[in-house]
């Protein structure tokens, strides 16, 4: 296993100011955060997935900056900027690779951060991998309004996944009529081995809306066509070639070093897409009253994808060569029809969104929430026979998801004894969270159009997290301001099983019980510094597919999945430093933060040495420290009017420290 390796981060914009870490106005605008002695006050009338109350570090970006500074061509680009974080992007229109990454948490490890749109969760969490990113093509960039970005599990709000960060979208909703629309054309020169070539793409949007008495309405239309560059590429050991005459002999091959400084051969290109998406989002809201607003989201999204590799190989006629014998330089290897698997992807996915929300700003405030996201359609059919025959047909697998997904329900309220302005402002909740996985592999006679045939293997299960929430915002002096707060949560894994091709396996059901208490202080020392501390528990609970998802052998043994996964239990510090820039050459924020974090029972994909023969699949690392710093510049009108300058930068340490498991991981980055 790999944890992370240390890491040292830097983001930088010019010109770019952030807006969540420059000090607050007087009065500001509707639905933007408000900063006081260290703690964000939200009081915005649009669904959010945000408590009124924020005791941590907050950044975050507006629609103005989006469209000035950011060249953004799909939603997570707004992030690109912001301190800590990092979206594993490969090329437009990237659908099943895009992870969020954050402080402590690679980017192979999405359940560790949590996103949202207008409330609406948009993180993946039947999974903890590269395909389970979030689900951003949802939302496109010139319908959103604003970007909050908390860090950390400080709020009672939010479910252990916060341990990392919550990245909360506003999209924009009409106050009058507007229309709008976006055409851009991408290219990309790409040279790498033996590829030469270039890649581009189209994108379209067109958006219109409008308010009419109570009534608001918008409606938005993308449109979707990149070509990836190649992100894999089939390889050989050297070593591992017999030597002699055998195999057809073939050129073309590049010759290089692996990452263990192994030579080998690099065979052709893998895992190439061609994608085209389409997106249609529907935003309905009506004001039941001037403080009580009902709001519908509805999405659709639909992608096609073709996966096309290519070979460098070529024979003596200069043919390309996929499959058989061949022999490389006096060494023979073998070609599996899996070194250049070719595919084909459908997608269809549903978001529906319901919310009533009061915002009287008075003594009590409450809002309902409700979010469904279904899989209406998730097929991938795939080769098992080689190119270039392949092409024409032929036997394969098809991977069928549909009836896959997740139901979010929320109830919260906040009670201001006092007033806004009062000593005390107590957030609460109650929150379930359902999730479904339904996956089956079936053999085909023809990977491109034939009907589904026997079984190959088959996974489902479902989970469910329901939790209590509440937190205090206590002004203990006009200098002081503390937060406390806990979430008690029960966690439950049911309807769980795993198949074979003649053997299905069931799963018991399970559940468990977790608290974790929350606490922060703020400290105004001077009226250019605020001094903030902050500490949490947070649980993440394993996701559905870390469970269930793995396979059976012949003998009828669960292998490649653990249904007896332990939560991974993390109690997370920060220390933070702010100072105002006002009167040094501009108007914003310099930000100084020290992080810590211990894990227990960490949830990772490593080799089980303890069993024989090893065992490769998703364990619980005993326990992990990280440890890191944080800066962050913001300021506007630097010297000179219209001049906005914005930058971080991030150091982070993180080490195993306990592995039974895997001992030789011990000490290791």
Request: net charge neutral; no cysteine.
């Amino acid at each position: 296993m790999r944890k992370s390796r240390r890491v040292l981060a830097v983001a930088g914009a010019f010109p770019l100011a952030l807006f969540g870490a420059a000090p607050a106005p007087a009065q500001a605008a509707d639905g933007a955060p408000v900063k006081e002695l260290g703690v964000v006050t939200i009081t915005g009338g649009q669904p959010t997935s945000l408590p009124t109350q924020i005791p941590t570090t907050i950044e975050g970006v507006t629609r103005e900056q989006i469209e000035h500074s950011i060249n953004a061509t799909d939603s997570e680009d707004a992030l690109k900027y912001l301190p800590s974080l990092l979206v594993r992007k490969r090329y437009i229109g990237d659908y099943n690779h895009a992870v969020l990454s954050t402080r402590a948490s690679g980017t192979g490890n999405p359940a560790r951060s949590m996103v949202f749109a207008d409330g609406i969760l948009l993180s993946n969490y039947l999974g903890n991998g590269p395909t389970n990113a979030p689900r951003w093509m949802l939302v496109t960039p010139e319908e959103i309004e604003r970007v909050d970005v908390l860090y950390g599990p400080f709020s009672a709000a939010y479910a252990g996944n916060s341990v990392g960060a919550v990245v909360d979208y506003v999209t924009r909703m009409p106050t009058r009529f507007e229309a709008h629309g976006k055409v851009s054309v991408q290219h990309q020169p790409f040279d790498l081995y033996n590829t030469s070539a270039s890649y581009g793409g189209q994108q379209a949007s067109a958006s219109v809306g409008n308010k009419n008495g109570d009534w608001s309405w918008f409606l938005n239309f993308s449109k979707t066509d990149s070509e990836g560059q190649p992100l894999t590429f089939p390889t050989r050991l050297v070593s591992a070639g017999a030597p002699g005459n055998a195999g057809t002999p073939v050129t073309g091959a590049v010759s290089g070093n692996n990452r263990s400084n192994q030579p080998w051969y690099l065979l052709g290109t893998a895992t190439q897409y061609r994608t085209q998406q389409d997106h249609i989002k529907a935003k309905l809201a009506y004001d039941l009253s001037p403080t009580v607003r009902a709001a519908y989201t509805f999405g659709w999204w639909h992608n096609e994808s073709e996966g096309r590799p290519a070979s460098y190989l070529r024979d003596a006629g200069g043919n390309a060569v996929y499959s058989g014998s061949v022999n490389i330089n006096g060494r023979a290897f073998m070609l599996m029809p899996s070194d250049f698997n070719v595919s084909n992807e459908a997608l269809t996915h549903f978001m529906h969104g319901l919310s009533v929300k009061s915002r009287t700003q008075g003594v009590f405030d409450w809002e309902v929430a409700a979010s469904r996201y279904d899989y209406h359609q998730d097929t991938l059919r795939a080769a098992t026979v080689a190119l270039p025959a392949a092409l024409n047909g032929g036997a394969g697998r098809i991977v069928d998801g549909k009836g896959t997904g997740w139901t979010t329900l929320a109830a919260k309220g906040t009670w201001r004894p006092e007033g806004m302005q009062g000593t005390h402002i107590v957030d609460f909740g109650l929150q379930r969270d359902s999730y479904q996985l339904r996956s089956i592999e079936n053999a085909t006679t023809n990977w491109i159009n034939g009907a589904a045939g026997a079984r190959n293997q088959a996974f489902n299960g479902d989970t469910e997290l329901i939790g209590l929430w509440a937190q205090d915002t206590w002004k203990i002096a006009p200098q002081w301001k503390a937060v406390l707060g806990a979430r008690a949560e029960r966690w439950s894994a049911s309807h769980g099983q795993t198949a074979n091709a003649s053997t299905v396996l069931g799963h018991p059901e399970r559940s468990e019980t977790h608290l974790s208490p929350k606490a922060a202080v703020a400290y105004q020392a001077s009226p250019q510094w605020v001094l903030k501390a902050s500490t949490g528990r947070a649980v993440r609970m394993p996701t559905v597919s870390e469970l269930y998802q793995g396979g059976i052998s012949g003998s009828g043994v669960l292998v490649n999945n653990d249904p007896n996964l332990r939560p991974e239990k993390s109690w997370t510090t920060e220390l933070t430093a702010e100072r105002d820039l006002a009167g040094w050459g501009g108007e914003g924020l310099l930000r100084l933060t020290a992080f810590f974090e211990r894990t227990r029972d960490a949830l990772y994909s490593q080799t089980n040495v303890l069993v024989t023969p090893n065992v490769t699949n998703v364990q619980n690392v005993d326990a992990i420290r990280t440890k890191g710093l944080e800066a962050s510049y913001q300021a506007a009108n630097v010297f000179v009017r219209g001049l906005d300058i914005g930058s971080s930068l991030t150091w982070t340490d993180s080490k195993i420290t306990r592995n039974d498991k895997f001992p030789a991981s011990v000490g290791k980055w």
